[in-house]
């Protein structure tokens, strides 16, 4: 793991990695060295409906260092990028350690975001209603061409997203982004560390915890989300969720659930390391 000698006491650190790669315990010996917050920049673990899947910091861990922006939010609850820089904008007076593996607030962070406006209740509805009947398309076509031809159109919530900001205010989702606002930290401001760990190691690390994350009661956290599980919520995104639910709803074995939430975990650490690899060239790179 890193060498703490070799990262600042002064700066504020930023560190990414893929999931099961160890960033929440080298965050946490940083903040135990520094007296930093550690404030979290994963998209999943801000829902406190799931701990032990998202591998969300424990209640123990979570009081003996001071933690920000960890399960804050209701399962039902929407948020976005410009929601997250918000809410983190006001820890930025002290030290801090910002961990997690969702590249994309990493990048806003760094290298700032355009502040769309927030869609309105009504257009979120209309929004939402076109998404889960299956009408991509109609919205697609009533998307700018510049936005269709830089979203992914395979991913029906990017989709979604693109369409709410023309609804709502008659502009292209590009047109908006073309006007990024400052960064809340540069770059050269901050200690860029990104988590590098060898491929092999980190799979059997996945299988490891996640067999872990059920012996310490995972199922049992589903079967109690699962009276309210949504599959279009943003909160129903934690790796493993749909194949628990989909075991307790009688779709699987435990076993078949098991593993396809492995092999899920396993093809989300293969993403966050795309990212690391292509958008964090300039971050340190800590191999492991």
């Known amino acids: 793991m890193a060498d703490l000698s070799?990262?600042?006491?002064?700066?504020?650190?930023?560190?990414?990695?893929?999931?099961?790669?160890?960033?929440?315990?080298?965050?946490?010996?940083?903040?135990?060295?520094?007296?930093?917050?550690?404030?979290?920049?994963?998209?999943?673990?801000?829902?406190?409906?799931?701990r032990l899947l998202t591998a969300r910091p424990s209640a123990a861990d979570e009081a003996a260092l001071p933690h920000a922006l960890y399960g804050h939010l209701a399962r039902s609850d929407a948020y976005s990028v410009g929601a997250w820089l918000r809410d983190l904008a006001p820890h930025l007076t002290r030290p801090v350690v910002i961990v997690g593996g969702t590249g994309l607030y990493f990048t806003a962070l760094t290298q700032g975001l355009a502040q769309i406006p927030a869609s309105p209740p009504e257009v979120r509805a209309e929004a939402d209603a076109l998404r889960s009947t299956g009408r991509l398309?109609?919205?697609?076509?009533?998307?700018?061409?510049?936005?269709?031809?830089?979203?992914?159109?395979?991913?029906?919530?990017?989709?979604?997203?693109?369409?709410?900001?023309?609804?709502?205010?008659?502009r292209g989702l590009v047109a908006w982004q073309a006007e990024t606002g400052p960064a809340l930290i540069a770059l050269e401001q901050a200690e860029t560390l990104v988590l590098r760990p060898d491929v092999s190691w980190l799979d059997s690390l996945?299988?490891?915890?996640?067999?872990?994350?059920?012996?310490?009661g995972a199922l049992d956290e589903a079967r109690a989300e699962a009276p309210y599980y949504d599959p279009a919520l943003p909160s129903a995104k934690a790796i493993g969720a749909a194949e628990l639910i989909g075991h307790l709803r009688g779709e699987s074995s435990l076993d078949q659930a098991i593993a396809g939430a492995i092999l899920a975990s396993r093809q989300y650490a293969k993403r966050q390391r795309t990212w690391g690899r292509s958008r964090m060239a300039e971050w340190r790179e800590i191999a492991i």
Do not use: C
Request: hydrophobic share 45%; aromatic share 6%.
């Open 6 to 50: 070799k990262i600042s006491r002064e700066r504020p650190v930023l560190l990414f990695g893929p999931t099961a790669s160890g960033k929440s315990g080298l965050a946490m010996e940083l903040a135990a060295r520094d007296g930093r917050l550690i404030v979290n920049a994963d998209a999943l673990q801000v829902y406190g409906n799931w």
């Open 137 to 170: 398309a109609e919205m697609l076509s009533q998307i700018d061409p510049e936005t269709r031809a830089r979203i992914d159109i395979a991913n029906p919530m990017r989709v979604q997203r693109a369409w709410e900001v023309w609804r709502a205010t008659g």
């Open 206 to 216: 996945i299988t490891r915890r996640f067999h872990a994350m059920i012996a310490a």
